[in-house]
T-cell receptor, first 113, second 117 residues
């Protein structure tokens, strides 16, 4: 069974709109880590955030915010006032204690000017 | 400090040929991982080295793929003979020793885009 599900394959928004990217994960471990990565058109994976399973505090970094809810096994990512430079593929990933990452299929975000 | 580097950035080969991808991890990182993303699919784990030893190679698709990490520094991933379904982006990642929070962070390289025609 897939451990990380990103149900949204593609999203298009108009610049300045807010957008939320969904991520649902599955694990039996009590200690785990969740990540979001951005893959711009240039191809590299850019680290955005890491969250451990014991820290459910939401986090805000500029226009980015993350909502971690263990009760629903979700780790959603919101971009406020989107910009064209936010256009990229975004991956959610799960790591069970420092081993391999399990990635979702990615959500391709297009911000239309 | 240099990040994870991968070579080549792109490779186009014909079916049946051999290709070797190279990954140079961050200096001092014992853990090295290979991942692959086939078009439209998730990024999937291939294998994990701890220094020069294969810790986990459960993700290797078949015996046409051979990974090595001689001396525990850089790693190579050879595909021989290449098939059409091997096309995709191959990512390498590295992390520090396997203890503590530092080992959780994996630093990814820019990837090698492989196209098999």
């Amino acid at each position: 069974a897939q451990k990380v599900t990103q149900a949204q394959t593609e999203i298009s928004v108009v610049e300045k709109e807010d957008v939320t990217l969904d991520c649902v994960y599955e694990t039996r471990d009590t200690t785990y880590y969740l990540f979001w990565y951005k893959q711009p058109p240039s191809g590299e994976l850019v680290f955005l955030i890491r969250r451990n399973s014991f820290d459910e505090q939401n986090e805000i970094s500029g226009r980015y915010s993350w909502n971690f809810q263990k009760s629903t096994s979700s780790f959603n990512f919101t971009i406020t006032a989107s910009q064209v430079v936010d256009s990229a593929v975004y991956f959610c990933a799960l790591s069970e204690m420092g081993n391999q990452f399990y990635f979702g299929t990615g959500t391709s975000l297009t911000v239309i000017p | 400090e240099a990040g994870v580097t991968q070579f080549p950035s792109h490779s186009v080969i014909e079916k049946g040929q051999t290709v070797t991808l190279r990954c140079d991890p961050i200096s001092g990182h014992d853990n090295l991982y290979w991942y692959r993303r086939v078009m439209g699919k998730e990024i999937k784990f291939l294998l994990h080295f701890v220094k020069e030893s294969k810790q986990d190679e459960s993700g290797m698709p078949n015996n046409r793929f051979l990974a090595e990490r001689t001396g525990g520094t850089y790693s190579t991933l050879k595909v021989q003979p290449a098939e059409l379904e091997d096309s995709g982006v191959y990512f390498c990642a590295s992390s520090q020793e396997s203890y503590g929070l530092e080992s959780v962070e994996q630093y990814f390289g820019p990837g090698t885009r492989l196209t098999v025609t």
